[in-house]
Every structure is written in C-alpha cells, then in structure tokens.
C-alpha cells in the first residue's frame, strides 16, 4: 500500500511563474490536507480538502494561492506569480477516519519549491 | 487546540532510553494527546496517540499523567535514526471539520548522540 505521493519532489521556479504541486492520498483516503514549512520555521496548515471540496482555506495566503482536489486524480495546489517568499516545503497528508480526536495524519514527502 | 509545552532540545545516548516530555495543562477531556516526529529533510510521521491510559505500539510508548496535564514519550532505546523533531499535539475528538487540521508548535529537536 503505497504512501502519500508527492511531485515533485523539488521546484525551481522563476518570479512571476506559475507553481503547480501535486498529491495523491494514500488509497482509500479521502481526506487530504496541504500545510507548509518556510525556512527555520514550523509547520503551518494551509487548507483541508475532501473530494470536491474545501473544507477549510483559513491558512492559505489570500491570493495566488489556490487548491482542488478533484473527484479523479490527485490534489493540486497553484501558487500564481510566484515570488521569492513562497520558497518552502509544502507538504501534503491524507486521512481516513472521520473523528478528528483519533485521525492520523499520513504525510507525504513533500514538495521544496525555490524560487530564483 | 489547547496548547502544549515542550523543551526546546534533548540530547540522548544512543542505545539509551528518552523521555521526552509535553506539558498541556489546559488540556479539555475530550482531547487526544498525539505525537508526531520530523526526521531531516522528511514529512512528519504519525508516532502514538492516547486519551488517558499509557499507550504502547512497536515505534515508543505513551506514558500519560494522572490528572492528564502532561505526558512523555519514551523511546525505549534510541537509535541515530531516532534524531528528528518531536511534536506534541492535542485534538479534540468533537471538531467541526474546519478544526481537523494539526497545529504544530515548535516541538523539542532531538539529539542522539553515538
């Protein structure tokens, strides 16, 4: 049973680009949640997403920043116009249960995004 | 979430057992005391979680307060392989789906020494 898929792996991208990462749950999940780490700082939660829905965006950047998680396919996350800033490690994670006191949380190995 | 409390590093001999310590003193009794670790360059990884007996499963084991303000996670011997960041989190177990997401704090980095 394979784990949280993430690629890539790692991104170069220049100012003004666009950054596309990507997610796949592990099977059978149906929960997934993307959170980021800037450089020598914790983890923060960006956005919660169940299929074809977001559950909750209270962490995400309120532009350039936006999240699907389609019916087919993995979860996508689009950061727009790039700028330096946005140099992070983004990190997804799946889950399957519904009660949240009990939930793990499955993390993928994450995306390093750099922008030049 | 209530918050917790950790030391900001620990050192450990390898081989040796760790015991790392979470104070949550407002903790709420509908609330999970979780942990998760960090390895270098890795996403976090789920470790134990527990409600209010000591938990035990093949990576460490749970050991929780009495009156649940506080709680240890003990690594019952510690391998190089064991240095990573050490998270401490609590969860309610009746949230409304926007609170499902972890809130990590800064968590105590781990040091094992050969």
């Known amino acids: 049973n394979a784990g949280v898929m993430q690629n890539p792996r790692h991104l170069v991208r220049r100012r003004g680009q666009e950054a596309r990462l990507r997610c796949s749950p592990m099977k059978g999940h149906s929960h997934v949640y993307w959170y980021r780490q800037l450089p020598e700082e914790g983890l923060k939660f960006m956005v919660y997403l169940q299929k074809e829905n977001i559950i909750d965006e209270s962490g995400m950047p309120k532009e350039r920043f936006s999240a699907e998680f389609p019916k087919e396919g993995p979860s996508i996350l689009r950061i727009q116009q790039v700028v330096r800033g946005d140099s992070a490690a983004y990190f997804c994670?799946?889950?399957?249960?519904?009660?949240?006191?009990?939930?793990?949380?499955?993390f993928g190995p994450g995306t390093r995004l750099t922008v030049l | 979430d209530a918050k917790t409390t950790q030391p900001n590093s620990m050192e450990s001999n390898e081989e040796e057992p760790v015991h790392l310590p979470c104070n949550h003193s407002t903790i709420s009794g509908t609330d999970y005391i979780h942990w998760y670790r960090q390895l270098p360059s890795q996403g976090p990884e789920y470790v134990i979680h527990?409600?209010?007996s000591n938990v035990n499963n093949r990576m460490a084991s749970l050991a929780i307060a009495e009156d649940r303000k506080s709680s240890t996670l003990i690594l019952h011997r510690a391998t190089l392989r064991d240095a990573a960041v050490y998270y401490c989190i609590l969860r309610d177990l009746i949230s409304s789906g926007s609170a499902r997401q972890l809130t990590f704090g800064s968590g105590t980095q781990l040091t094992v020494l050969p």
């Open positions: 994670a799946s889950s399957l249960r519904t009660s949240s006191g009990t939930d793990t949380q499955y």
């Open positions: 527990g409600l209010t």
